[in-house]
Structures are given as structure tokens and as C-alpha cells.
T-cell receptor, first 110, second 115 residues
């Protein structure tokens, strides 16, 4: 079976750091994606991991451990505009389709 | 480089009617995937088209169908609309839809409301 789990909602303070976790179970793995989606807008690409380790891109970093079926998205120096939903998706090796988690709604407070 | 264009942005339809949504992918991209998004459900995969062929299909009833044209533009059709079909329909464009793609680009979506 295939399953992606993320927390439903998280709250953090402006200027702080937050880590959003994603755990997955798939029959075959071919990469993990993180997307950001503001309310009423299209998802926009944040990061892609296919090998174990940390990928850093400005204030955002993404980590992957394939043996543990685990990823996290780390957001530093939080800004109010980071309030959004963060979607984790795993690409299945069998047909290269993306399997999506339900998303984590991140609320930033001043 | 133009992004992914979906039309229309908003639709209101009555139960029992049918609807057609359109998606124009990024120039040069040959894979188009369609998703349904409802609150708390995440993105549910409908189908993927590549080079005018449906390559993958999700677990949706036969009322949901699609097609892709030679210029890679894609349409999806929903017949005999039900209230539960109210959702945001998103299409995603990628170069090949395969292992080499490191990013998929989404359109703004079509918000369908069935009354």
C-alpha cells in the first residue's frame, strides 16, 4: 500500500524555525517533493529529494531518509508570508505518479 | 516562458450537467496530470496524459474522463455532475512525467461548484 502522513496543522512564531515532518510507505520510491500552497492558489515547487541527506535552498531545507521513509521541511527565519499549506508528495517507482499527503497548514503568528 | 494555463477559473453547474475543463501546459512539456483537491483530502490523482495517450488513471468513476491533443493541451470532462464533485481541479505539467522530472508545474486551477 501507499500512504503519506503529515501533521494537519502547525503554529509557529515569526522569526522562528519550524520543521514539518512527512512519513511515507510506498511499494517503490522514486523521489520526494515538497510544495507550498497559499489559500486559493496553485501549489508551487519548493524542493526535490531523491538521495538521502539535506538539500538547502535559502530559508528552506529538505531532508530525506529513505531507509526510515521520512522527510522533513525546515523553514528558518519565518515570515508572515510563509503562512500556507505544505504538501509532501512521493513519486512511485512503478508508474512515476505522485502520491500526495493531505498537507500541513502552517500558521505564523507575530 | 508562459506557465500552465487552466480555463475557466470558476464554474457553477447544476447537478446532472456535464463540464469540460481545459489545461495548456508549459511549452515543450508533454505530460499533463489532473488532480481533484477538496479540503482536508489532499490532491487526489485523476489521470495523466502523455503524447495524447492516457498513461495512468486514478480511482475515479467513469464519469471523469479526459483527453490530450497533439499540442499537449488537455481537457477533462465530468458528466452527470454530483454535489460531491465540487472541488478545485488542478492540472500539472511536466516534461515527461517520468523519473527524470525534478519538478511539476501547476496551473491556477478551476474551482467547480455543483449546486
Amino acid at each position: 500500500g501507499q500512504n503519506i502522513d503529515q501533521p494537519t496543522e502547525m503554529t509557529a512564531t515569526e522569526g522562528a524555525i519550524v520543521q514539518i515532518n512527512c512519513t511515507y510507505q510506498t511499494s517503490g520510491f522514486n523521489g520526494l517533493f515538497w510544495y507550498q500552497q497559499h489559500a486559493g492558489e496553485a501549489p508551487t515547487f519548493l524542493s526535490y529529494n531523491v538521495l538521502d541527506g539535506l538539500e538547502e535552498k535559502g530559508r528552506f531545507s529538505s531532508f530525506l531518509s529513505r531507509s526510515k521513509g521520512y522527510s522533513y521541511l525546515l523553514l528558518k527565519e519565518l515570515q508572515m508570508k510563509d503562512s500556507a499549506s505544505y504538501l509532501c508528495a512521493v513519486r512511485a517507482r512503478s508508474n512515476y505518479q505522485l502520491i500526495w499527503g493531505a498537507g500541513t497548514k502552517l500558521i505564523i503568528k507575530p | 516562458k508562459a506557465g500552465v494555463t487552466q480555463t475557466p477559473r470558476y464554474l457553477i453547474k447544476t447537478r446532472g450537467q456535464q463540464v469540460t475543463l481545459s489545461c495548456s501546459p508549459i511549452s515543450g512539456h508533454r505530460s499533463v496530470s489532473w488532480y481533484q483537491q477538496t479540503p482536508g483530502q489532499g490532491l487526489q490523482f485523476l489521470f495523466e496524459y502523455f503524447s495524447e495517450t492516457q498513461r495512468n488513471k486514478g480511482n475515479f468513476p467513469g464519469r471523469f474522463s479526459g483527453r490530450q491533443f497533439s499540442n499537449s493541451r488537455s481537457e477533462m470532462n465530468v458528466s452527470t455532475l454530483e454535489l460531491g464533485d465540487s472541488a478545485l481541479y488542478l492540472c500539472a505539467s511536466s516534461a515527461t512525467g517520468g523519473a527524470g522530472d525534478t519538478e511539476a508545474f501547476f496551473g491556477q486551477g478551476t474551482r467547480l461548484t455543483v449546486v
